[in-house]
């Protein structure tokens, strides 16, 4: 970057993520009234941090806190003499402990988007179970019934290191089976692909029919059923689903 741009239409995090995964050396320039901003880069780590006088993390708290001005970047400049020698993961997370919280716009199950990231970060032992819950695909909504555990995801989200898992949809159709009672049957196939996705077995599928609704049911599998939802007759009762239906159908 060599023309300024507004910080009203760039997430400044996100531009620090953007220079860094591109292994860029240099300094990403605030303009403000009050004094400029300064983050210096080399390569994926973070060399340096200025804000007028001030220096370090707070340096960049107080830019987050308050994101304006106009910014550059320019190839190639080094500090000489940086104060800071850290990879960015580190400085983001620690400085987003004294933002405010930013709520989560899922609740399912997450992956970890980088391993490779989340292996170079110098965790803590209650945040490396909480890593641990997460791979084990434990709901965000349950997860974050831990205050700790809601405030690491919200930092890992905004840090792009997890998403929301999506399991794959099936459409399958409705047949009636009397071979089992309170459960339906789905080929074996299907489920050991949901399996994998989730990496648990599933318990539960969710069925959404062509008119919305959706009916969450106790699931197991069986072989060679192909597109085949095998519903026993007291769950077709209870459901309202028809012989024949054509229905999408997902882990719940």
């Known amino acids: 970057m060599t023309n300024t741009a507004s910080l009203e239409t760039f997430d400044f995090l996100q531009l620090l993520y953007l ?10 320039t605030v303009h403000r009234a009050d004094g400029p901003f300064q983050a210096f880069l080399e390569g994926e780590r973070v060399r340096h941090l200025q804000f007028a006088a001030q220096t370090g993390l707070p340096a960049l708290l ?11 970047f320019d190839e190639g400049v080094r500090h000489p003499n940086p104060l800071l020698n850290t990879i960015l993961d580190e400085v983001a997370l620690e400085v987003l402990d004294s933002l405010p919280e930013v709520p989560l716009p899922f609740s399912g199950p997450v992956k970890i988007t980088s391993p490779e990231r989340v292996a170079r970060i110098p965790w803590g032992l209650k945040e490396q179970e909480i890593l641990k819950q997460i791979e084990v695909q434990r709901p965000v909504s349950v997860l974050s019934q831990d205050p700790d555990a809601r405030w690491l995801l919200q930092k890992l989200h905004q ?17 009636v089976t009397r071979e089992v009672r309170g459960v339906v049957v789905v080929d074996d196939l299907i489920l050991r692909r949901w399996r994998e996705d989730m990496l648990r077995p599933p318990q539960h599928i969710a069925v959404r029919t062509d008119d919305g609704q959706v009916h969450t ?3 197991r599998g069986g072989p060679n059923l192909s597109n085949a939802l095998l519903v026993p007759p007291e769950l077709l009762m209870r459901t309202g689903l028809g012989v024949g239906d054509s229905v999408l159908v997902r882990p719940a």
């Not at 220079?19 to 990403?28: A, D």
């Not at 840090?159 to 409705?174: F, M, N, T």
Request: net charge positive.
């Open 62 to 72: 107080r830019l987050l806190r308050d994101p304006q001005g106009r910014f550059q």
């Open 159 to 175: 840090i792009q290191l997890i998403a929301p898992r999506k399991s794959r949809v099936a459409r399958l159709s409705v047949a």
């Open 217 to 219: 049911l106790p699931v």
């Open 19 to 28: 220079l860094s995964g591109q292994g860029r050396t240099g300094v990403l």
